[in-house]
């Protein structure tokens, strides 16, 4: 069984940036495809941000294309989310996820483990 822990959330003012990380408990994801999601509050989860094992391939949503960057290192068993230009409508729990493949994905229905959750509040 793989465990990811997110970190990294927080309260910040809009135009911020907040960096989330992603760990995994072990190096079994190094050959899958990483995401982020998000979620409101009453809403379904939402895809934010996907990256291929090796880094060469990354997809976005159009909400965030510009202002978020998904990276990974495989040698942490780690991806992160650098989220710039930080918006009120950002606000949501993210969630990191290992796909069940080796390419970015943006169905959550590709995915197959997933981290508890990060919440993140941008204040107008």
């Known amino acids: 069984q793989v465990r990811l822990v997110e970190s990294g959330g927080g309260l910040v003012q809009a135009g911020a940036s907040l960096r989330l990380s992603c760990t995994a408990s072990t190096r079994a994801t190094s050959n899958n495809a990483m995401g982020w999601f998000r979620q409101y509050p009453g809403k379904a989860r939402e895809f934010v941000a996907a990256i291929n094992w090796r880094s060469t391939q990354t997809i976005y949503a159009d909400s965030v294309k510009g202002r978020f960057t998904i990276s990974r290192e495989n040698a942490k068993n780690s991806v992160y989310l650098q989220m710039d230009n930080l918006q009120p409508e950002d606000t949501a729990v993210y969630y990191c996820?290992?796909?069940?493949?080796?390419?970015?994905?943006?169905?959550?229905?590709?995915?197959?483990?997933w981290g508890q959750g990060t919440q993140v509040t941008i204040s107008s």
């Open positions: 996820a290992a796909a069940l493949g080796s390419s970015a994905a943006s169905s959550s229905q590709q995915y197959r483990y």
